[in-house]
Nanobody
Framework: QVQLVESGGGLVQAGGSLRLSCAAS??????????VGWFRQAPGKEREFVAR????????AYSDSVKDRFSISRDRDTKTIYLQMNSLKPEDSAVYYC??????????????????WGRGTQVTVSS
């Protein structure tokens, strides 16, 4: 069982920055298997991949739309995953979800590969 709680969303002007946090809880042995991802969903749109990180080796991947602006990281001690978002654009506005997959077979860039989800945090970027 993995539990995820997001925080850090809010309202920001275009060009600004926000840092989202995802507090994870699970058995210690489970973390080695985990890939943790951030997804987002805007009204009327499908949930889309943003970034993901492997817990053990810290290998990351990003969607093309956020590459070079967003950065995902994890703190092993506090079991927290961060999404640093810079140069925000109005099109980044969405509910952002933290998700976890245990030893995914694929690249872990689609929602279907993730079993555990947080409740989400709203990010709104004004123009």
């Amino acid at each position: 069982q993995v539990q995820l709680v997001e925080s850090g969303g809010g309202l920001v002007q275009a060009g600004g920055s926000l840092r989202l946090s995802c507090a994870a809880s699970a058995r210690t042995a489970t973390f080695i298997e985990l890939v943790v991802g951030w997804f987002r969903q805007a009204p009327g749109k499908e949930r889309e991949f943003v970034a993901r990180i492997g817990w053990d080796y810290g290998i990351t991947a990003y969607s093309d739309s956020v590459k070079d602006r967003f950065s995902i990281s994890r703190d092993r001690d506090t079991k927290t995953i961060y999404l640093q978002m810079n140069s925000l654009k109005p099109e980044d506005s969405a509910v952002y979800y933290c998700a976890a997959a245990r030893a995914p077979a694929g690249r872990a860039v689609t929602p279907a590969e993730y079993y555990y989800w947080g409740r989400g945090t709203q990010v709104t970027v004004s123009s």
